[in-house]
């Protein structure tokens, strides 16, 4: 590289970090809907008078739990956030319950100041518990501020980017046949997209031979039973090896999916740069990635197509919306992560619906099992043909009933523990 092309290369990232701050100062300007809403709340003196967490049980064999969190304030308008982490559901609860004593008697509509406070003062930054927890308390005070001026929250984030949101549903199978009928009956259903592994495990072993040869046999029975226009996903979900993930993408080219997500870990960026010179493959990454500051040299070195954020772990709603516009500055695209409850799915909802360069929604139950609907009372999420609809509730859109989540208390979850047919420990 020449000199000339340094100079033009380095005044690029410097022109993209200008736009992104400039997109993600807009949002909370004086002028901006979110300062709006603020001084429209104003007169309620709104104060936190508590914070309470829950722990659902999902139910089944060895069922997750979701972690949700409610804030009180003193108009009676209560807050609903989201902190899932899987296995790690006590740790999480605690780690919420941290805020209460910071947020009693504060303005729950603070909440780019209250972000700041919950992330810098603590000293220890970063990671998934630490990081969820800000997200869980910091969706839950966006609810409340939208419910106190009448508003869905896509409306304090800017309006409208688009009329309705794009999703994808999940589903497998034990045999290419399995997957073909799945895949084909998500489609019937009208549904536009679907993700699945693909790579196969036996029990709890993955070779890196069998287990790619038998994902792409999956893949291509997949791709001859939806037709060309399907979105067909791929979550390797940082179970490949680098060889394996080469091997892989390789392979899967001619299927021509939409993505391959999580095909590396995220310990060493040069890693997923090695992939990217690879395959001519869109890649995705990013749901186990945290705030703006994990995001921004992905973006910088154009190492995937799409950022794929989680609003329960990345730092929420805001920042959510942050990651996107550095994403955006860099011709990157939105395509959030969530395999969480109607909670996460609505608070990226929000973000989806306001952001320019959104792509794809995931959602894991697109069932409306009757614990769900009295859960959250009903619930504030529409489809049609495959899109989710603007929320249309104040707030967030969805309420938590106490006594319904009481009837399915903590129960420890065991993820998968995957090893290498000799034995040795596996990625996950």
């Not at 308008?77 to 009693?104: F, N």
């Not at 391959?260 to 990635?289: C, M, S, Y």
């Not at 619906?353 to 504030?380: C, K, M, V």
Request: with cysteine; hydrophobic share 40%.
């Amino acid at each position: 590289m020449d000199t000339q092309d340094s100079l033009t290369r380095r005044q690029f990232f410097q022109c993209a970090s200008r736009t992104a701050a400039a997109g993600i100062a807009a949002v909370t300007a004086p002028g901006s809907a979110y300062a709006q809403a603020r001084r429209q709340a104003a007169p309620l003196n709104l104060k936190v008078t508590d914070l309470k967490t829950f722990i659902v049980n999902r139910g089944g064999d060895n069922g997750v739990n979701y972690v949700f969190v409610k804030i009180y304030t003193n108009q009676g308008i209560t807050g609903l956030g989201e902190g899932s982490v899987t296995s790690k559901a006590l740790t999480m609860a605690a780690a919420i319950e941290e805020h209460k004593r910071y947020l009693v008697g504060r303005d729950p509509t603070d909440i780019e100041m209250h972000w700041q406070a919950m992330y810098r003062w603590p000293r220890w930054r970063g990671g998934p518990i630490l990081n969820s927890a800000i997200s869980a308390v910091e969706i839950a005070l966006w609810d409340i501020l939208g419910q106190a001026v009448g508003q869905p929250i896509w409306r304090m984030l800017g309006g409208k980017a688009r009329d309705r949101v794009q999703m994808y549903v999940h589903a497998g199978g034990s045999s290419p046949q399995q997957y073909a009928e799945n895949w084909l009956k998500a489609k019937e259903e009208g549904w536009t997209g679907c993700k699945a592994a693909f790579i196969t495990t036996q029990g709890d072993v993955i070779d890196p031979v069998r287990s790619v040869r038998e994902g792409i046999a999956n893949l291509k029975a997949v791709r001859q039973a939806v037709g060309e226009d399907f979105r067909i996903c791929i979550d390797l979900h940082g179970k490949a090896t680098p060889v394996m993930a080469v091997d892989f993408c390789r392979r899967a080219e001619e299927y021509a999916p939409f993505f391959v997500e999580e095909a590396t870990q995220i310990e060493d960026l040069d890693e997923l740069a090695e992939l990217r010179r690879q395959t001519r493959i869109p890649l995705a990454t990013g749901e186990r990635l945290f705030t703006k500051y994990g995001f921004a040299q992905i973006c910088e070195r154009h190492l995937v197509n799409y950022v794929q954020p989680d609003v329960v772990h990345c730092g929420g709603i805001l920042e959510m919306k942050k990651i996107a516009t550095i994403a955006e500055a860099h011709r990157i695209e939105l395509a959030p992560h969530n395999p969480q409850s109607d909670v996460s799915t609505l608070a990226s909802l929000h973000v989806d619906i306001s952001t320019p360069n959104f792509a794809i929604q995931e959602i894991t139950h697109r069932g409306r099992e009757q614990y769900w609907i009295d859960l959250f009372q009903g619930g504030g999420i529409s489809y049609e043909k495959g899109f989710a609809l603007p929320p249309a509730y104040p707030g967030l859109g969805v309420g938590l009933d106490e006594a319904v989540a009481a009837r399915r208390p903590y129960n420890p979850h065991t993820r998968q523990q995957l090893r290498f047919p000799d034995g040795g420990i596996a990625d996950h």
